[in-house]
Protein backbone atom coordinates (compact mmCIF):
# COMPACT_ATOMS: atom_id res chain seq x y z
CA UNK A 1 0.00 0.00 0.00
CA UNK A 2 3.14 2.46 0.75
CA UNK A 3 3.83 2.39 -3.23
CA UNK A 4 -0.21 2.78 -4.15
CA UNK A 5 -0.37 5.60 -6.43
CA UNK A 6 -4.41 6.17 -5.41
CA UNK A 7 -3.16 9.14 -2.42
CA UNK A 8 -0.99 10.46 -4.60
CA UNK A 9 -3.77 11.34 -7.21
CA UNK A 10 -6.00 12.43 -4.60
CA UNK A 11 -3.88 14.92 -3.04
CA UNK A 12 -2.73 16.65 -6.22
CA UNK A 13 -6.34 16.81 -8.17
CA UNK A 14 -7.69 18.04 -4.61
CA UNK A 15 -6.56 21.75 -5.44
CA UNK A 16 -7.65 21.49 -8.76
CA UNK A 17 -11.25 20.42 -7.77
CA UNK A 18 -11.39 23.68 -5.98
CA UNK A 19 -10.17 25.74 -9.00
CA UNK A 20 -13.12 24.28 -10.56
CA UNK A 21 -15.62 24.84 -7.91
CA UNK A 22 -15.34 28.14 -7.36
CA UNK A 23 -15.99 28.63 -11.38
CA UNK A 24 -18.89 26.63 -11.79
CA UNK A 25 -20.42 28.76 -8.33
CA UNK A 26 -19.82 31.96 -9.81
CA UNK A 27 -21.20 30.29 -13.64
CA UNK A 28 -24.19 29.27 -11.70
CA UNK A 29 -24.95 31.99 -9.76
CA UNK A 30 -24.31 34.58 -12.74
CA UNK A 31 -27.83 36.21 -12.93
CA UNK A 32 -27.90 36.73 -9.12
CA UNK A 33 -24.07 37.87 -8.88
CA UNK A 34 -24.65 40.54 -11.95
CA UNK A 35 -28.20 41.62 -9.80
CA UNK A 36 -25.68 41.90 -7.16
CA UNK A 37 -22.42 43.92 -8.21
CA UNK A 38 -23.94 45.12 -11.74
CA UNK A 39 -27.16 46.70 -11.11
CA UNK A 40 -29.00 47.92 -14.43
CA UNK A 41 -32.57 48.93 -15.69
CA UNK A 42 -31.88 46.07 -17.91
CA UNK A 43 -31.91 41.90 -16.66
CA UNK A 44 -30.12 41.14 -19.87
CA UNK A 45 -27.59 44.09 -19.13
CA UNK A 46 -26.80 43.14 -15.81
CA UNK A 47 -26.52 39.39 -16.68
CA UNK A 48 -23.75 40.14 -19.65
CA UNK A 49 -21.52 42.63 -17.22
CA UNK A 50 -21.83 39.19 -14.49
CA UNK A 51 -21.01 36.77 -17.84
CA UNK A 52 -18.05 39.34 -18.83
CA UNK A 53 -16.57 39.58 -15.64
CA UNK A 54 -16.84 35.48 -15.66
CA UNK A 55 -14.90 35.30 -19.00
CA UNK A 56 -12.56 38.33 -17.58
CA UNK A 57 -11.06 35.71 -15.03
CA UNK A 58 -10.17 33.50 -18.07
CA UNK A 59 -8.10 36.50 -19.81
CA UNK A 60 -5.49 35.92 -17.08
CA UNK A 61 -4.98 33.11 -17.51
CA UNK A 62 -2.27 33.22 -20.29
CA UNK A 63 -0.41 34.94 -17.92
CA UNK A 64 -0.54 32.70 -15.09
CA UNK A 65 0.35 30.05 -17.54
CA UNK A 66 3.83 31.72 -18.30
CA UNK A 67 4.38 33.23 -14.91
CA UNK A 68 3.37 30.69 -12.57
CA UNK A 69 4.12 27.65 -15.19
CA UNK A 70 7.55 29.05 -15.22
CA UNK A 71 8.20 28.48 -11.37
CA UNK A 72 6.73 25.16 -11.46
CA UNK A 73 9.31 24.01 -14.48
CA UNK A 74 12.19 25.80 -12.52
CA UNK A 75 11.23 25.13 -8.68
CA UNK A 76 8.92 21.92 -9.06
CA UNK A 77 5.42 20.27 -9.04
CA UNK A 78 4.88 20.93 -5.19
CA UNK A 79 5.83 23.88 -4.90
CA UNK A 80 3.76 25.41 -8.11
CA UNK A 81 0.44 23.37 -7.19
CA UNK A 82 0.77 24.96 -3.51
CA UNK A 83 0.97 28.47 -4.75
CA UNK A 84 -1.66 27.89 -7.40
CA UNK A 85 -3.70 26.92 -4.57
CA UNK A 86 -3.26 30.05 -2.27
CA UNK A 87 -4.02 31.99 -5.17
CA UNK A 88 -7.29 30.64 -5.72
CA UNK A 89 -8.45 30.64 -2.46
CA UNK A 90 -7.74 34.70 -2.15
CA UNK A 91 -9.89 35.05 -4.91
CA UNK A 92 -12.44 33.05 -3.84
CA UNK A 93 -12.61 34.58 -0.45
CA UNK A 94 -12.58 37.88 -2.12
CA UNK A 95 -15.85 37.20 -4.07
CA UNK A 96 -17.71 35.48 -1.11
CA UNK A 97 -16.80 38.29 1.31
CA UNK A 98 -17.58 41.83 -1.00
CA UNK A 99 -20.55 43.62 -0.15
CA UNK A 100 -23.02 44.14 -2.83
CA UNK A 101 -23.02 47.72 -4.98
CA UNK A 102 -25.85 48.89 -3.57
CA UNK A 103 -23.84 48.88 -0.17
CA UNK A 104 -20.32 50.02 -1.47
CA UNK A 105 -21.23 51.66 -4.69
CA UNK A 106 -18.64 51.22 -7.83
CA UNK A 107 -16.05 49.47 -5.36
CA UNK A 108 -17.83 45.96 -5.50
CA UNK A 109 -18.07 45.02 -8.71
CA UNK A 110 -13.37 46.29 -8.61
CA UNK A 111 -13.29 43.83 -5.83
CA UNK A 112 -15.55 41.20 -7.63
CA UNK A 113 -13.28 41.71 -11.17
CA UNK A 114 -9.86 41.22 -9.22
CA UNK A 115 -10.78 38.42 -7.32
CA UNK A 116 -11.79 36.61 -10.81
CA UNK A 117 -8.43 37.98 -12.04
CA UNK A 118 -6.84 36.15 -9.14
CA UNK A 119 -8.72 32.64 -9.93
CA UNK A 120 -7.87 33.11 -13.34
CA UNK A 121 -4.20 33.94 -12.74
CA UNK A 122 -3.73 30.66 -10.35
CA UNK A 123 -6.61 28.65 -13.09
CA UNK A 124 -3.81 29.47 -15.43
CA UNK A 125 -1.29 26.68 -14.31
CA UNK A 126 -4.13 24.37 -12.03
CA UNK A 127 -4.75 21.97 -14.94
CA UNK A 128 -1.53 22.01 -16.60
CA UNK A 129 0.94 21.41 -12.97
CA UNK A 130 -1.71 18.76 -11.98
CA UNK A 131 -1.88 16.86 -15.23
CA UNK A 132 1.58 17.00 -16.04
CA UNK A 133 2.48 15.74 -11.88
CA UNK A 134 -0.43 13.41 -12.89
CA UNK A 135 1.38 12.08 -16.53
CA UNK A 136 4.86 12.11 -14.48
CA UNK A 137 3.96 9.46 -11.70
CA UNK A 138 1.80 7.18 -14.01
CA UNK A 139 2.73 3.67 -14.63
CA UNK A 140 4.24 3.06 -18.70
CA UNK A 141 1.53 2.34 -20.56
CA UNK A 142 -1.26 4.33 -18.23
CA UNK A 143 -0.21 8.29 -18.97
CA UNK A 144 -3.47 8.51 -20.11
CA UNK A 145 -5.67 7.27 -17.56
CA UNK A 146 -3.71 8.85 -14.58
CA UNK A 147 -3.57 12.52 -16.35
CA UNK A 148 -7.42 11.78 -16.97
CA UNK A 149 -8.14 12.41 -13.24
CA UNK A 150 -7.57 16.15 -13.53
CA UNK A 151 -10.63 16.45 -15.67
CA UNK A 152 -12.61 14.30 -13.13
CA UNK A 153 -11.91 15.52 -10.18
CA UNK A 154 -13.35 18.91 -11.62
CA UNK A 155 -16.47 16.84 -12.08
CA UNK A 156 -16.95 15.95 -8.34
CA UNK A 157 -16.66 19.95 -8.06
CA UNK A 158 -19.72 20.25 -10.70
CA UNK A 159 -21.83 17.61 -8.75
CA UNK A 160 -21.03 19.38 -5.47
CA UNK A 161 -21.63 22.76 -6.46
CA UNK A 162 -25.22 20.98 -8.24
CA UNK A 163 -26.13 19.61 -4.86
CA UNK A 164 -25.39 22.91 -2.88
CA UNK A 165 -27.63 24.64 -5.26
CA UNK A 166 -30.62 21.57 -5.04
CA UNK A 167 -30.32 22.16 -1.18
CA UNK A 168 -30.54 25.85 -1.12
CA UNK A 169 -33.08 25.94 -3.87
CA UNK A 170 -35.38 23.83 -1.78
CA UNK A 171 -34.65 25.78 1.61
CA UNK A 172 -34.48 29.60 0.19
CA UNK A 173 -37.26 31.29 -1.69
CA UNK A 174 -35.80 33.34 -4.60
CA UNK A 175 -35.82 36.39 -3.38
CA UNK A 176 -33.22 35.22 -0.73
CA UNK A 177 -31.32 32.97 -3.47
CA UNK A 178 -30.47 36.49 -5.00
CA UNK A 179 -29.90 38.51 -2.19
CA UNK A 180 -27.70 36.31 -0.41
CA UNK A 181 -28.34 32.84 -0.85
CA UNK A 182 -25.92 32.32 -3.68
CA UNK A 183 -23.02 33.57 -1.45
CA UNK A 184 -22.91 29.98 0.92
CA UNK A 185 -21.61 28.18 -1.89
CA UNK A 186 -18.36 30.14 -2.08
CA UNK A 187 -18.01 30.14 1.40
CA UNK A 188 -18.50 26.58 1.48
CA UNK A 189 -15.22 26.89 -0.77
CA UNK A 190 -13.39 29.05 1.41
CA UNK A 191 -14.06 26.16 4.38
CA UNK A 192 -12.82 23.79 2.04
CA UNK A 193 -9.23 25.58 1.63
CA UNK A 194 -7.51 23.90 4.91
CA UNK A 195 -8.19 20.58 3.97
CA UNK A 196 -6.61 21.25 0.46
CA UNK A 197 -3.63 22.46 1.90
CA UNK A 198 -3.05 20.01 4.39
CA UNK A 199 -3.53 17.77 1.43
CA UNK A 200 -0.97 19.26 -1.18
CA UNK A 201 1.44 19.63 1.60
CA UNK A 202 2.05 15.76 1.72
CA UNK A 203 2.81 15.76 -2.01
CA UNK A 204 6.27 14.71 -2.58
CA UNK A 205 8.14 15.86 -5.98
CA UNK A 206 8.09 13.47 -9.34
CA UNK A 207 10.53 11.44 -9.89
CA UNK A 208 10.57 12.82 -13.57
CA UNK A 209 11.53 16.49 -12.23
CA UNK A 210 13.94 15.16 -9.28
CA UNK A 211 16.27 13.12 -12.46
CA UNK A 212 16.49 16.24 -14.39
CA UNK A 213 20.46 17.39 -13.86
CA UNK A 214 19.24 21.20 -14.82
CA UNK A 215 16.30 23.15 -15.10
CA UNK A 216 16.15 25.92 -17.64
CA UNK A 217 15.61 29.23 -16.05
CA UNK A 218 12.20 31.83 -16.34
CA UNK A 219 14.22 33.24 -19.16
CA UNK A 220 15.32 29.84 -21.15
CA UNK A 221 11.44 28.72 -20.23
CA UNK A 222 9.90 31.45 -21.85
CA UNK A 223 12.38 31.38 -25.48
CA UNK A 224 11.89 27.52 -25.75
CA UNK A 225 8.34 28.06 -25.51
CA UNK A 226 8.67 31.01 -28.16
CA UNK A 227 10.57 28.56 -30.12
CA UNK A 228 8.17 26.09 -30.05
CA UNK A 229 4.76 28.22 -31.07
CA UNK A 230 3.55 26.04 -33.64
CA UNK A 231 3.32 23.17 -31.51
CA UNK A 232 1.81 25.71 -28.35
CA UNK A 233 -0.63 27.29 -31.36
CA UNK A 234 -2.04 23.95 -32.47
CA UNK A 235 -2.24 22.77 -28.79
CA UNK A 236 -4.32 25.81 -28.16
CA UNK A 237 -6.89 24.71 -30.92
CA UNK A 238 -6.70 21.65 -29.86
CA UNK A 239 -7.87 22.19 -26.66
CA UNK A 240 -10.94 24.38 -27.44
CA UNK A 241 -13.29 21.93 -28.34
CA UNK A 242 -12.22 20.16 -24.45
CA UNK A 243 -13.19 23.94 -22.76
CA UNK A 244 -15.90 25.22 -25.00
CA UNK A 245 -18.03 22.28 -24.56
CA UNK A 246 -17.23 22.04 -20.80
CA UNK A 247 -18.96 25.21 -20.20
CA UNK A 248 -21.55 25.03 -22.46
CA UNK A 249 -22.61 21.86 -20.69
CA UNK A 250 -22.01 22.81 -16.71
CA UNK A 251 -21.49 26.67 -16.50
CA UNK A 252 -23.89 27.92 -19.17
CA UNK A 253 -26.45 25.30 -18.49
CA UNK A 254 -28.73 27.13 -15.50
CA UNK A 255 -28.78 30.24 -17.73
CA UNK A 256 -29.67 28.45 -20.71
CA UNK A 257 -32.25 26.15 -18.97
CA UNK A 258 -33.57 28.98 -16.86
CA UNK A 259 -33.59 32.53 -19.03
CA UNK A 260 -33.78 30.64 -22.26
CA UNK A 261 -36.13 27.46 -21.81
CA UNK A 262 -37.80 28.59 -18.88
CA UNK A 263 -37.00 25.37 -16.99
CA UNK A 264 -37.26 25.17 -13.65
CA UNK A 265 -33.99 25.77 -11.40
CA UNK A 266 -34.20 22.94 -9.56
CA UNK A 267 -34.81 20.50 -12.16
CA UNK A 268 -31.83 22.03 -14.18
CA UNK A 269 -29.38 21.54 -11.34
CA UNK A 270 -30.58 18.09 -11.52
CA UNK A 271 -29.65 17.88 -14.94
CA UNK A 272 -26.43 19.42 -14.47
CA UNK A 273 -25.58 16.93 -11.42
CA UNK A 274 -26.24 13.95 -13.89
CA UNK A 275 -24.06 15.55 -16.36
CA UNK A 276 -21.54 15.28 -13.47
CA UNK A 277 -21.50 12.17 -13.17
CA UNK A 278 -21.50 11.31 -16.48
CA UNK A 279 -18.50 13.45 -17.40
CA UNK A 280 -16.76 11.45 -14.34
CA UNK A 281 -17.47 7.96 -15.96
CA UNK A 282 -16.17 8.73 -19.11
CA UNK A 283 -13.49 10.84 -18.89
CA UNK A 284 -11.23 8.07 -16.47
CA UNK A 285 -12.71 5.22 -19.15
CA UNK A 286 -11.24 7.34 -22.33
CA UNK A 287 -8.16 8.06 -20.80
CA UNK A 288 -7.74 4.73 -20.28
CA UNK A 289 -8.85 3.50 -23.97
CA UNK A 290 -6.30 6.42 -25.28
CA UNK A 291 -3.73 4.11 -23.90
CA UNK A 292 -5.05 0.95 -25.85
CA UNK A 293 -6.10 2.45 -29.30
CA UNK A 294 -4.03 5.42 -29.15
CA UNK A 295 -5.05 9.59 -28.81
CA UNK A 296 -5.23 10.62 -32.79
CA UNK A 297 -8.06 8.22 -33.04
CA UNK A 298 -10.37 9.19 -30.51
CA UNK A 299 -9.72 12.76 -31.13
CA UNK A 300 -10.65 12.79 -35.02
CA UNK A 301 -13.52 10.78 -34.24
CA UNK A 302 -14.87 12.95 -31.34
CA UNK A 303 -14.26 16.11 -33.51
CA UNK A 304 -16.30 14.90 -36.00
CA UNK A 305 -18.99 13.52 -34.37
CA UNK A 306 -19.27 16.63 -32.13
CA UNK A 307 -19.44 19.03 -35.14
CA UNK A 308 -22.18 16.90 -36.99
CA UNK A 309 -24.53 16.60 -34.07
CA UNK A 310 -24.14 19.28 -31.80
CA UNK A 311 -26.69 22.06 -34.18
CA UNK A 312 -29.14 19.34 -34.79
CA UNK A 313 -29.18 18.43 -31.10
CA UNK A 314 -29.73 21.73 -29.87
CA UNK A 315 -32.68 22.06 -32.77
CA UNK A 316 -34.49 19.33 -31.13
CA UNK A 317 -34.17 20.41 -27.70
CA UNK A 318 -35.47 23.96 -28.17
CA UNK A 319 -38.14 22.91 -30.53
CA UNK A 320 -39.89 21.42 -27.81
CA UNK A 321 -38.26 22.82 -24.35
CA UNK A 322 -38.46 19.84 -21.46
CA UNK A 323 -36.07 18.70 -18.76
CA UNK A 324 -35.86 14.94 -20.24
CA UNK A 325 -34.86 16.24 -23.79
CA UNK A 326 -32.48 18.86 -21.74
CA UNK A 327 -30.72 16.23 -20.42
CA UNK A 328 -30.83 13.85 -23.07
CA UNK A 329 -28.82 16.27 -25.63
CA UNK A 330 -26.51 17.56 -22.47
CA UNK A 331 -25.82 14.05 -21.64
CA UNK A 332 -24.88 13.43 -25.39
CA UNK A 333 -22.67 16.34 -25.31
CA UNK A 334 -20.63 14.93 -22.16
CA UNK A 335 -20.23 11.72 -23.95
CA UNK A 336 -18.60 13.68 -26.40
CA UNK A 337 -16.49 16.28 -23.73
CA UNK A 338 -15.16 13.17 -21.59
CA UNK A 339 -13.82 11.12 -24.80
CA UNK A 340 -12.03 14.29 -26.08
CA UNK A 341 -10.63 14.96 -23.27
CA UNK A 342 -9.85 11.64 -21.93
CA UNK A 343 -7.31 11.09 -25.02
CA UNK A 344 -6.67 15.32 -25.18
CA UNK A 345 -4.97 16.06 -22.09
CA UNK A 346 -2.43 13.54 -21.92
CA UNK A 347 -1.78 14.08 -25.94
CA UNK A 348 -1.00 17.74 -24.75
CA UNK A 349 1.31 16.55 -22.63
CA UNK A 350 3.05 14.70 -24.87
CA UNK A 351 3.61 16.76 -27.50
CA UNK A 352 5.27 19.84 -25.38
CA UNK A 353 8.87 19.85 -24.88
CA UNK A 354 10.15 17.72 -21.03
CA UNK A 355 12.11 21.11 -20.44
CA UNK A 356 8.83 23.10 -20.59
CA UNK A 357 5.79 20.26 -20.06
CA UNK A 358 3.99 22.40 -17.39
CA UNK A 359 4.68 26.25 -19.51
CA UNK A 360 4.16 24.48 -22.49
CA UNK A 361 0.68 22.76 -21.91
CA UNK A 362 -0.45 25.66 -19.48
CA UNK A 363 -0.18 28.28 -22.27
CA UNK A 364 -1.97 26.28 -24.87
CA UNK A 365 -4.82 25.61 -22.85
CA UNK A 366 -5.11 28.32 -21.46
CA UNK A 367 -5.19 30.23 -24.92
CA UNK A 368 -7.81 28.07 -25.84
CA UNK A 369 -9.89 29.11 -22.47
CA UNK A 370 -8.76 32.84 -22.95
CA UNK A 371 -10.29 33.62 -26.19
CA UNK A 372 -12.86 30.29 -26.47
CA UNK A 373 -14.29 28.83 -23.54
CA UNK A 374 -14.44 30.74 -20.75
CA UNK A 375 -16.54 32.93 -22.62
CA UNK A 376 -18.55 30.84 -23.99
CA UNK A 377 -21.67 31.19 -21.62
CA UNK A 378 -21.11 35.43 -22.51
CA UNK A 379 -21.11 34.64 -26.42
CA UNK A 380 -24.10 31.76 -26.30
CA UNK A 381 -26.45 34.30 -24.39
CA UNK A 382 -25.00 37.04 -26.78
CA UNK A 383 -25.64 35.18 -30.15
CA UNK A 384 -28.88 34.19 -28.56
CA UNK A 385 -30.35 37.91 -28.45
CA UNK A 386 -29.04 39.03 -31.72
CA UNK A 387 -30.16 36.42 -33.57
CA UNK A 388 -33.34 35.33 -31.80
CA UNK A 389 -32.08 31.41 -32.45
CA UNK A 390 -32.15 29.64 -29.26
CA UNK A 391 -30.31 26.67 -31.00
CA UNK A 392 -27.69 29.21 -32.14
CA UNK A 393 -25.08 27.50 -29.07
CA UNK A 394 -24.51 24.25 -30.93
CA UNK A 395 -23.29 26.56 -34.30
CA UNK A 396 -20.57 27.73 -31.35
CA UNK A 397 -19.49 24.20 -30.16
CA UNK A 398 -19.71 23.05 -34.05
CA UNK A 399 -17.44 26.03 -34.73
CA UNK A 400 -15.39 24.55 -31.29
CA UNK A 401 -15.25 21.08 -33.05
CA UNK A 402 -14.07 22.16 -36.47
CA UNK A 403 -10.85 23.73 -34.42
CA UNK A 404 -10.30 20.55 -32.80
CA UNK A 405 -10.32 17.97 -36.14
CA UNK A 406 -8.33 20.60 -37.58
CA UNK A 407 -5.70 20.21 -34.69
CA UNK A 408 -6.21 16.75 -34.35
CA UNK A 409 -5.36 16.00 -38.28
CA UNK A 410 -2.37 19.03 -38.32
CA UNK A 411 -0.74 17.29 -35.40
CA UNK A 412 -1.18 13.86 -37.05
CA UNK A 413 0.84 14.91 -39.49
CA UNK A 414 3.86 15.89 -37.49
CA UNK A 415 6.66 13.90 -35.73
CA UNK A 416 4.85 13.43 -32.47
CA UNK A 417 8.61 13.93 -30.76
CA UNK A 418 9.22 17.57 -29.26
CA UNK A 419 10.68 19.82 -31.63
CA UNK A 420 14.82 19.61 -31.63
CA UNK A 421 14.88 23.40 -31.04
CA UNK A 422 14.66 23.22 -27.13
CA UNK A 423 17.98 21.72 -27.22
CA UNK A 424 20.11 24.34 -29.09
CA UNK A 425 18.15 26.99 -26.77
CA UNK A 426 19.53 25.42 -24.17
CA UNK A 427 22.68 24.93 -25.03
CA UNK A 428 23.13 28.26 -26.04
Avoid at 135 to 162: D, N, T, Y
Wanted: hydrophobic fraction near 50%; proline fraction near 5%; charged fraction near 10%.
Amino acid sequence: MRNSKVWPVVRVASGNFLEMYDFMVFGYYATAIGQTFFPSGSEFASLMKALMTFGAGYLMRPLGAIVLGSYVDHHGRRKGLLLSLGLMAVGTFSIACTPGYRTIGWIAPVLVLVGRLLQGLSAGVEPGGVSVYLSEIAPPGRKGFFASWQSASQQVAVVLAALVGIVLTYNLTADRMARWGWRIPLLVGCLIVPLLFLLRRTLGETEDFLARKRHPSSSEIFRIVAANWPIVGLGALLSTLTTVCFYMITAYTPTFGGSVLHLANTRVQIVILCVGISNFVWLPVMGALSDRVGRRLILITTSILTLVTAYPALLWLVAAPSVGRLLAVELWLSCMFGSYNGAMVVYLIEIMPPEVRTSGFSVAFSLATAIFGGFTPAICTYLIEVTGNRAVPGLWLSFAAMLGLIASVSLARRAPAPLGARVAILSS
